[in-house]
């Protein structure tokens, strides 16, 4: 017959909950043991305020000791550390944990004192009383409880003993040692409470960052944690974001409906945990929209292959709609430590290249260090050793600086790094990777870019022609005269001057 130990079951139960409690809850931990010293700090400068003037009123013969006095600036040195640290970013918890217990450790050794340096013949109060309370004010493993009271406990025997009379002594250790087990069953009875309460808060907490469809993070906790990252982010670290767009979605909801549609998000949102690092915060921003941010990720053509694994992985999904699923992704990597605002706007900038491109696109930018120019600036796109090109510097680099990009991809990263300053945009439509023609429909269609004039180069009349259909402000071909390209760059930047005025 097999007898089943209850109360076994019971405490390795609740062992398990507490190891739970200390590995998911480290930093709420910290954060109330943080808050519990500030309360200690604060309401026991109160009691001992209190206390005092009661005493002096109710008791005869009462003086104040060193240990009253040594309480205040106590009380007052770790409450003004606790409140600097406030304004810190999060402190690891093994600091936060250095620094209550040294407190708590000088608080008892003012206790022990103030016991010792009363009557001889009075047995000790406040350490055993304090001895009870500790574990109400402060949270760690039962382990750290016994160790940390243990040793205080020996102190306060030590000294008893060198103190005290004799039977005073073992009164005194009696009192202490039986303040230690019920503070040591408290401890317990507190810490299984405080572990479930944390444990179903994480869960809550947990819960509610969560898009219930793709099980991904939703907008909310996504871009909180993403706020944390840049708020701690140390100089020179690179990080990488992708944003992604479902293309076609509204048709695949309109032709195949919404239950169609649900399934192709949330097979996309186990396609994104499939390709990306568990580190990366992965979640959904919109409808069809989702983003991944990558932080200390350095290579682009790690985040590329990501992303192109992850497109081919959808190509083959089939959801019965006789058609194969595609995504237009933006993807960079910011080494020049911009702000999460600035990370985000050229993400969107990538994606809507790769709208431009067709769609099933994953457009990469790799965005240095934003530089200073002391002139107005113009992007110059143009194949490199252009004939054209050199004239273009040598006549108008003392009036402007000049960016030479040789492919078009450069040449947009550099448009949504220096839109704000750039006042002119020169397109040599025989461009490599992103022809000439796709940068003007980019300018021309891209909002925040759409005010800056483009001048185009033709190779001959049918790209001349299609540039002027995209609506490129002036089109030159490749012969044309120097003087004709510097009265229209004049002209240009003057007129944009004044509107922008």
Same mark, same amino acid.
């Given at each position: 017959?097999?007898?089943f130990?209850?109360?076994?079951?019971?405490?390795?139960?609740?062992?398990?909950?507490?190891c739970?409690?200390?590995?998911?809850?480290?930093?709420s931990?910290?954060?109330?043991?943080?808050y519990?010293?500030?309360?200690?700090?604060?309401?026991?400068?109160?009691?001992?305020?209190?206390?005092?003037?009661?005493?002096? $009123?109710?008791?005869?013969?009462?003086?104040?000791?060193?240990a009253?006095?040594?309480?205040?600036p106590?009380?007052?040195?770790?409450?003004?550390?606790?409140?600097?640290?406030?304004?810190?970013?999060?402190?690891?918890?093994?600091?936060?944990?250095?620094?209550?217990?040294?407190?708590?450790?000088?608080?008892?050794?003012?206790?022990?004192?103030?016991?010792?340096?009363?009557?001889?013949?009075?047995?000790?109060?406040?350490?055993?009383l304090?001895l009870?309370?500790?574990? /109400?004010?402060?949270?760690?493993?039962?382990?750290w409880?016994?160790?940390?009271?243990?040793?205080?406990?020996?102190?306060?025997?030590?000294?008893?003993?060198?103190?005290?009379?004799?039977?005073?002594?073992?009164?005194?250790?009696?009192?202490?040692?039986a303040?230690?087990?019920?503070?040591?069953?408290?401890?317990?009875?507190?810490l299984?409470?405080?572990?479930?309460?944390?444990?179903?808060?994480?869960?809550?907490?947990?819960i509610?960052? $969560?898009?219930?469809?793709?099980?991904?993070?939703?907008?909310?906790?996504?871009?909180?944690?993403?706020?944390?990252?840049?708020?701690?982010?140390?100089?020179?670290?690179?990080?990488?974001?992708?944003?992604?767009?479902?293309?076609?979605?509204?048709?695949?909801?309109?032709?195949f409906?919404?239950?169609?549609?649900?399934?192709?998000?949330?097979?996309? +949102?186990?396609?994104?945990?499939?390709?990306?690092?568990?580190?990366?915060f992965?979640?959904?921003? +919109?409808?069809?929209e989702?983003?991944?941010?990558?932080?200390?990720?350095?290579?682009?053509?790690?985040?590329?292959?990501?992303?192109?694994?992850?497109?081919?992985?959808?190509a083959?999904?089939?959801?019965? /709609?006789?058609?194969?699923?595609?995504?237009? $992704?933006?993807?960079?990597?910011? /080494?020049?430590?911009?702000?999460?605002?600035?990370?985000?706007?050229?993400?969107?900038?990538?994606?809507?290249?790769?709208?431009?491109?067709?769609?099933?696109?994953?457009?990469?930018w790799?965005i240095?260090?934003?530089?200073?120019?002391?002139?107005?600036?113009?992007?110059?796109?143009?194949?490199?050793?252009?004939?054209?090109?050199?004239?273009?510097?040598?006549?108008?680099?003392?009036?402007?600086?000049?960016?030479?990009?040789?492919?078009?991809?450069?040449?947009? /990263?550099?448009?949504?790094?220096?839109?704000?300053?750039?006042?002119?945009?020169?397109?040599?439509?025989?461009?490599?990777?992103?022809?000439?023609?796709?940068?003007?429909?980019?300018?021309?269609?891209?909002?925040?870019?759409?005010?800056?004039?483009?001048?185009?180069?033709?190779?001959d009349e049918?790209?001349?022609?299609?540039a002027?259909?995209?609506?490129?402000?002036?089109?030159?071909?490749t012969?044309?005269?120097?003087?004709?390209?510097?009265?229209?760059?004049?002209?240009?930047?003057?007129?944009?001057?004044?509107?922008?005025?």
């Amino acid at each position: 017959m097999t007898h089943f130990d209850l109360s076994n079951y019971s405490l390795r139960k609740e062992y398990k909950i507490i190891c739970e409690y200390f590995d998911k809850c480290k930093q709420s931990i910290s954060e109330s043991n943080r808050y519990s010293l500030r309360k200690a700090c604060m309401f026991i400068s109160m009691v001992l305020v209190a206390m005092i003037t009661i005493a002096y $009123i109710a008791v005869p013969g009462f003086r104040i000791s060193l240990a009253h006095f040594l309480l205040i600036p106590l009380m007052g040195i770790f409450f003004l550390i606790n409140l600097y640290t406030r304004r810190l970013p999060p402190m690891p918890p093994a600091a936060v944990d250095i620094i209550c217990l040294s407190f708590y450790f000088l608080l008892f050794s003012l206790f022990i004192y103030r016991d010792m340096a009363s009557d001889p013949g009075q047995q000790a109060v406040w350490f055993p009383l304090f001895l009870m309370v500790f574990p /109400t004010v402060y949270i760690a493993k039962m382990y750290w409880y016994g160790i940390f009271e243990f040793v205080l406990l020996t102190i306060f025997s030590v000294a008893s003993y060198y103190c005290k009379p004799h039977d005073i002594f073992l009164r005194d250790v009696y009192l202490g040692l039986a303040s230690y087990i019920p503070s040591m069953l408290c401890a317990q009875i507190i810490l299984v409470s405080r572990a479930k309460e944390g444990l179903a808060i994480d869960e809550l907490t947990r819960i509610s960052t $969560i898009d219930k469809l793709t099980y991904l993070l939703n907008k909310g906790a996504l871009l909180s944690n993403i706020n944390k990252y840049f708020e701690r982010r140390k100089p020179g670290d690179p990080c990488g974001m992708c944003i992604i767009d479902v293309d076609n979605f509204k048709q695949v909801n309109d032709n195949f409906g919404h239950n169609v549609g649900d399934l192709l998000l949330s097979n996309i +949102g186990d396609l994104l945990r499939k390709n990306f690092r568990s580190s990366d915060f992965i979640g959904r921003f +919109g409808g069809d929209e989702f983003m991944v941010f990558m932080p200390g990720i350095a290579r682009i053509d790690l985040v590329e292959m990501r992303c192109r694994s992850m497109q081919m992985m959808l190509a083959d999904l089939d959801l019965g /709609t006789g058609a194969p699923f595609t995504l237009s $992704i933006g993807a960079i990597i910011d /080494t020049g430590d911009h702000s999460m605002g600035e990370v985000f706007r050229m993400a969107d900038d990538a994606l809507y290249q790769s709208k431009i491109m067709g769609k099933n696109v994953v457009s990469s930018w790799v965005i240095p260090k934003s530089k200073i120019f002391g002139k107005p600036l113009i992007l110059h796109a143009c194949p490199p050793d252009m004939k054209w090109s050199q004239q273009l510097k040598q006549n108008e680099s003392d009036h402007y600086s000049i960016i030479e990009e040789y492919s078009g991809d450069t040449a947009l /990263t550099s448009l949504s790094l220096y839109h704000e300053s750039i006042r002119l945009v020169i397109v040599d439509l025989d461009l490599e990777k992103i022809s000439g023609d796709q940068v003007i429909s980019y300018i021309k269609e891209r909002a925040g870019f759409m005010h800056i004039p483009v001048i185009a180069v033709a190779p001959d009349e049918d790209s001349f022609v299609e540039a002027r259909k995209l609506g490129a402000d002036k089109v030159f071909l490749t012969t044309e005269k120097a003087a004709s390209f510097k009265a229209a760059i004049d002209e240009l930047i003057s007129t944009g001057a004044k509107e922008s005025r």
